[in-house]
């Protein structure tokens, strides 16, 4: 069974730009979660999605939002970025009713 | 505020020396995860405990879950430089909430 799937690995972006990143989560998962991991913060909850429906948000501003397909895969956006959204996103699957999440490679965003 | 302490931040020792990661909080935790990260990649589950006072062993590697559900420890026997690598305990929660807490990461570093 394929593994979560996160791309584009690295991308590139300048401060006030926009950008979106893409999770395919494990073959029968309906559950995606969103993580930043940054190495003053450590890894902390953005969002998790299930059957389209955002269902969990952490403390982050509105500039960082999701959404779910369904076929469960889920894009994040970033809107505005600033320089402080450099960091490390991962996006982790898991079953329903089961928290154990499985995690991709991430998408590792530089803004400069 | 949900917070899981996990201590050591670092960790540098011989190969075939023995270590004790631990993960404190003051919240009730359905389960307990922990992952290893290798640079540049999405963490990578390791064990899952869900019962108060559980024990699991995998090869060389001791999972405890307190009695409480508050904390949880990992210990090393025999350590290699292969067990290199960011060492992450994550606390979940149960009623279809699929958010980890995860505490700052204990970076190891094995050496021959």
């Known amino acids: 069974k394929a593994g979560v799937t996160q791309t584009p690995r690295y991308l590139i972006k300048t401060r006030g730009q926009q950008v979106t990143l893409s999770c395919s989560p494990i073959?029968?998962?309906?559950?995606v979660s969103w993580y930043q991991q940054t190495p003053g913060q450590g890894l902390q909850f953005l969002f998790e999605y299930f059957s389209e429906t955002q269902r969990n948000k952490g403390n982050f501003p509105g500039r960082f939002s999701g959404r779910q397909f369904s076929n469960s895969r889920s894009e994040m956006n970033v809107s505005t970025l600033e320089l402080g959204d450099s960091a490390l996103y991962l996006c982790?699957?898991?079953?329903?009713?089961?928290?154990?999440?499985?995690f991709g490679a991430g998408t590792r965003l530089s803004v400069l | 505020t949900q917070l899981l302490e996990q201590s050591p931040q670092f960790l540098s020792i011989q190969e075939g020396e023995n270590l004790t990661v631990y993960c404190n909080s003051s919240s009730v935790f359905s389960s307990l995860q922990w992952y290893r990260q290798e640079p540049g990649e999405g963490p990578v589950l390791l064990v899952t405990?869900?019962?108060?006072?559980e024990v699991k062993k995998l090869k060389r590697l001791t999972f405890q879950f307190g009695d409480a559900r508050k904390d949880s420890s990992l210990h090393i026997t025999a350590a290699q430089p292969g067990d290199t690598g960011l060492y992450l305990c994550a606390g979940g929660f149960s009623g279809g909430y699929n958010k980890l807490i995860f505490g700052a990461g204990t970076r190891l570093a094995v050496h021959p």
């Open positions: 073959s029968g998962h309906r559950s």
């Open positions: 982790a699957s898991s079953q329903q009713g089961i928290n154990i999440q499985y």
């Open positions: 405990v869900v019962t108060g006072g």
